[in-house]
């Protein structure tokens, strides 16, 4: 399996704050996903990238924005959590299109 | 459009009974397809995948699926449940993108 770790792993945070959930691999991939999973939808994607630098939206991006300065990386950022943003966020990562995806152990994230 | 159905969001088998998780899928251009599984509070893992060749195909823990390109099927079979089956499984249509399908849960009654 692919090394792909996510942090943090549980987290819960305020209305309106900020949040960044980080996600790293070392299988040099080049393509890296977030999705959320939330009962009744299965999993949803909300950005990827295709590249360092290289990022496009996913179903549900409203609200989230991404960033990937190193190949390794890719930051996923709530600008201003709210309580619809509660759910379990996976990292996944791929060599090239149409491989496997390798998923992260997911992180756990509640907006009180 | 690409889409992925998985029929039935709960399936429920007796231990030592055949599992049959059904998965059709629509796509345009001859798809990759994949079956994953997630445990409770953990990540997807890969069941099996099929991108070309022999279209059944065997992955780990017993699992099967057969690719049915005339049903547009890729349903996924275990001879035998055993408890530790249970779990969610995910099916998974690869064109350009990965589509996932809403997933199964897999109850093993003992």
């Known amino acids: 399996d692919a090394g792909i770790t996510q942090s943090p792993r549980h987290k819960v945070t305020e209305t309106g704050t900020p949040v960044t959930l980080r996600c790293h691999q070392t299988e040099n991939h080049r393509y890296m996903y977030w999705y959320r999973q939330d009962p009744g939808h299965g999993l949803r994607l909300i950005h990827y990238?295709?590249?360092?630098?290289?990022?496009d939206k996913g179903e549900v991006s409203d609200g989230y924005s991404v960033s990937r300065s190193k190949t390794e990386d890719f930051l996923l950022t709530l600008e201003s959590a709210t309580s619809s943003q509660t759910s379990v966020y996976f990292c996944?990562?791929?060599?090239?299109?149409?491989?496997?995806?390798?998923f992260g152990e997911g992180s756990w994230l509640t907006v009180v | 459009a690409q889409s992925v159905t998985q029929l039935g969001s709960h399936v429920s088998v007796s231990e030592g009974a055949l599992v049959l998780l059904r998965c059709n899928y629509s796509?345009?251009?001859?798809?990759?397809l994949f079956w994953y599984v997630q445990y409770p509070n953990q990540g997807l893992q890969l069941l099996l995948k099929?991108?070309?060749?022999?279209?059944l195909v065997k992955g780990i823990n017993g699992f099967e699926a057969e690719f049915k390109k005339s049903e547009t099927s890729f349903h996924l079979t275990k001879p035998s449940a055993h408890m530790s089956d249970a779990a969610e499984y995910f099916c998974a249509v690869s064109v350009s993108q990965f589509y996932f399908g809403t997933g199964t849960s897999l109850t093993v009654i003992p």
């Open positions: 990238s295709y590249g360092v630098k290289d990022t």
């Open positions: 796509s345009s251009v001859p798809p990759y």
């Open positions: 996944a990562s791929q060599q090239d299109s149409g491989n496997t995806i390798y």
């Open positions: 099929y991108t070309t060749g022999a279209t």
